[in-house]
């Protein structure tokens, strides 16, 4: 089986939790590399719903092996959680799982910083998921940050060394946002026996994929967040920390490029957005609320509604080219079923000029408005659809217009939230 990344093709939250897991069964390990509890991948099977954060989409499905790679911020509290509830519902998870020794862990001062940050920003805050996602890839390269492999040490270097941090971390609440200092005493206490717990996962991730390396075991690769929101390619400073383009995929895990294989984008057959920054296709007001409820837009991770718009096709032209992607799937488009017409932003006006492309200067974006071209709906369920041939000829249209804009096979399409929702189209849509 060939390896296989998947990446958001859009702002997020484009129902990579479900793709992964439909493609999980037969491979050897899933493995996250960028982003931490900021993420929130849900899955649903039959009346079960699943929403993962930390741990790999992979782990419903019995022997697969499932890695927290280096390029992570790891919330040690979230993991020992996101553990326990998985077990409670009778997944055989600890055997299975492990954390790369070079992940950043992510302190309960990261979340604290974050929000003291976004209350400071006030309106011209990122509405972040408010995980400390920021503030722990800061002490990531500032090159103090405390790493999973520190789990390994005696319980007394742990705690001396933890302290510490807690200390320096307190100077940095009370000098910039006069706020009150961390207990750190009792933090490190905490973490000395949350070590306990999760010190067995912890990995040197060169050593446990050497299998990956080698060819002979598979790998999909999970994306976290989506290129707009890429730290270097994104809506910058809307974005969030790490590079959620496929370069992540190699920093994030030290595996070489030719362990990648395929590169597949999953975009939504509208759009969406949480947090603050540009948005050019967004609909506001009552459209923007129909297409919400139809589509259950709320955030998996902190239940904000999500903002929604149509697709946007020069913003994911662009998340095509700088992923290389190889392939698209388009999810949620039984979330259109009712639509009387479905437009497409195929280009933008920019103070009356058309620009095809998508501007990567950031003041640009937000004086984009879109140009639209529009599409009949289909007006009827596509919930039952099982291949190709079962869609209406309006829906066949639509993905075939979008496989032709985006210059890239539509290789799967889901048309609802279960794991049999989805039609495989490994050679494209048109015929
Ligand atoms: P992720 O962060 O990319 O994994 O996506 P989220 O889980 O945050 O959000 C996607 C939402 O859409 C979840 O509630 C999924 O259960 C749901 N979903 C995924 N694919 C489909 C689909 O094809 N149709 C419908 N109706 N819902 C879907
Ligand atoms: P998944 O993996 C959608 C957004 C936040 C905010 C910005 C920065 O489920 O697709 P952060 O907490 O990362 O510092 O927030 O990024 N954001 C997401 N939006 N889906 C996500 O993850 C997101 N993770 C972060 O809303 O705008
Ligand atoms: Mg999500």
């Known amino acids: 089986m060939r390896n296989r990344v998947i990446i958001g093709g859009q702002w997020g939250d484009e129902g990579k939790g479900k793709i992964v897991d439909a493609l999980s069964r037969d491979v050897d390990w899933v493995l996250r590399y960028q982003g931490g509890a900021n993420a929130g991948h849900t899955i649903h ?17 019995q022997g697969v092996r499932c890695l927290l790679g280096g390029g992570m911020v790891v919330d040690p509290w979230a993991l020992r959680d996101e553990i326990i509830g998985l077990e409670e519902r009778g997944f055989q998870v600890r055997d299975r799982l492990f954390v790369a020794a070079n992940a950043t862990l992510l302190m309960p001062y990261h979340m604290r910083m974050d929000e003291l940050r976004e209350a400071k920003l006030s309106r011209h805050n990122i509405g972040t998921t408010g995980r400390g996602i ?8 500032q090159r103090t940050g405390l790493r999973m492999g520190d789990l390994l040490l005696s319980a007394d270097r742990l705690e001396r060394k933890v302290i510490e941090k807690i200390l320096s971390a307190n100077e940095v609440l009370s000098n910039t946002y006069q706020a009150e200092p961390m207990p750190a005493r009792l933090l490190a206490e905490e973490l000395v026996v949350l ?34 929101l890429d730290i270097d390619h994104g809506t910058f400073p809307y974005v969030t920390s790490s590079n959620t383009t496929v370069g992540g995929a190699l920093t994030g895990t030290g595996l070489p490029p030719r362990a990648l294989g395929e590169i597949h984008g999953v975009f939504k057959a509208y759009c969406t957005r949480v947090g603050n920054g540009p948005f050019p296709s967004e609909l506001l007001g009552e459209p923007g609320d129909r297409l919400r409820e139809a589509g259950g837009e709320f955030g998996a991770t902190t239940g904000r509604a999500r903002r929604c718009g149509w697709f946007d096709a020069v913003a994911s032209r662009f998340a095509v080219d700088i992923n290389g992607m190889t392939g698209v799937m388009i999810t949620k488009l039984d979330v259109l079923d009712t639509a009387a017409t479905v437009p497409v932003a195929v280009a933008y006006d920019l103070d009356g000029e058309q620009l095809d492309v998508y501007p990567t200067v950031a003041e640009m974006l937000p004086r984009c408005r879109p140009v639209y071209r529009e599409f009949p709906g289909w007006g009827q369920p596509l919930t039952g659809c099982r291949a190709l041939t079962d869609l209406p000829p309006a829906a066949r249209r639509y993905l075939e217009f979008l496989e032709q804009i985006l210059g890239t096979p539509v290789v799967g399409v889901s048309v609802g939230r279960d794991r049999e929702q989805m039609i495989w189209t490994p050679g494209g849509v048109t015929v």
């Open 45 to 61: 099977i039959g009346q079960e719903k699943h929403v993962l954060h930390l741990i790999p989409s992979g782990i419903l499905h």
């Open 134 to 141: 920021g503030p722990a890839y800061l002490d990531k390269v």
């Open 195 to 228: 070590a306990q717990t999760l010190a067995p996962l912890v990995v040197d991730a060169h050593v446990a994929l050497a299998g990956v390396r080698a060819g002979s075991e598979s790998a999909l690769f999970e994306g976290a967040q989506g290129t707009l």
